[in-house]
């Protein structure tokens, strides 16, 4: 059976997804625009510096909103950053384009998003501390889809998945 349009790039996410170089959270981002593939990003490093999967990873402490005490990996950039980033090397507009990608983004991802023009955005899974960033592209108008309400894992800094 051939797949709807929201099925063949959330696979093609997951495909970025493989080069990904931090096992936090092997994102992958795919931007598209009339069903056509505009440019991609995957959580890694800046171009030239050491990546988590080479030199470890760089943590920070994080208190959520709930309190909640976590260690973040800072050493990266995220899939949805990359992919902008790599718009902007190319001159790349990225008006009314759609965003797919692992998870829901964070809400700095997702306030970019909303600065850059997007319309869609269909993610994998959720994200633990997605909450902000719902109400905001909600604000915005953003249409945002979740394709499996469940929270993306991944290990934290002692191993074990969050």
């Not at 093609?12 to 009339?34: F, H, I, K, M, P």
């Not at 995957?42 to 030239?48: A, L, T």
């Not at 990608?101 to 997007?118: F, I, K, N, R, W």
Request: proline fraction near 4%.
């Amino acid at each position: 059976m051939r797949p709807s349009w929201d099925e063949y790039f959330c696979k093609l996410v997951q495909e970025v997804a493989s080069r990904a170089t931090c096992n936090r959270g092997r994102s992958g981002c795919v931007v598209v625009r009339d069903r056509r593939i505009v440019c991609t990003g995957y959580v890694g490093s800046p171009p030239g510096l050491p990546h988590c999967d080479e030199a470890d990873h760089l943590w920070r402490r994080v208190v959520e909103d709930d309190g909640t005490i976590r260690h973040h990996c800072i050493r990266t950039v995220h899939a949805e950053q990359n992919a902008l980033a790599q718009a902007a090397r190319h001159g790349l507009p990225l008006e009314g384009t759609t965003v797919y990608c692992s998870m829901e983004p964070c809400l700095t991802c997702a306030m970019l998003l909303v600065s850059v023009g997007v319309v869609r955005v269909v993610a994998l899974k959720r994200y633990h501390a997605a909450a902000s960033s719902r109400e905001l592209l909600e604000t915005a108008g953003i249409e945002l889809v979740v394709i499996e309400d469940v929270v993306a894992e991944y290990p934290d800094q002692e191993g074990a998945f969050v």
